[in-house]
Nanobody, 123 residues
Framework: QVQLVESGGGLVQPGGSLRLSCAAS????????IGWFRQAPGKEREGVSC????????YYADSVKGRFTISEDYYKNTVYLQMNSLKPEDTAVYYC????????????????WGQGTQVTVSS
């Protein structure tokens, strides 16, 4: 059974850090690209970051560039999103999703989605 499971969300103060994990099971990420998305209440879903396993290329939204880092542990079949210098506007449910690698950091289509993990940045 193909599955993506996010974890690592929580409540953190502004300026703090969290590391989200996206664990894949039922398939290997070798020929896939992974994207992280977020959706805050009343707002549209936003693409945050991607990593392609075909060449290791990455993408970051301007809103998170310089603060977030995406990485992958091939042996654990897991992708991480390290989030530093968190701001209240980063508060959202964060999702990971995967699709076939196409030579760009982000997939053209997403075949599988995780259930999401809540990140709340508040003092």
């Amino acid at each position: 059974q193909v599955q993506l499971v996010e974890s690592g969300g929580g409540l953190v103060q502004p300026g703090g850090s969290l590391r989200l994990s996206c664990a894949a099971s039922g398939f290997t990420l070798d020929y896939y690209a992974i994207g992280w998305f977020r959706q805050a209440p009343g707002k549209e879903r936003e693409g945050v970051s991607c990593i392609s396993n075909s060449d290791g290329s990455t993408y970051y939204a301007d809103s998170v560039k310089g603060r977030f880092t995406i990485s992958e542990d091939y042996y654990k079949n897991t992708v991480y999103l390290q989030m530093n210098s968190l701001k209240p506007e980063d508060t959202a449910v964060y999702y990971c999703a995967t699709g076939p690698a196409t030579g760009t950091p982000c997939p053209n289509v997403y075949d599988y989605w995780g259930q999401g993990t809540q990140v709340t940045v508040s003092s």
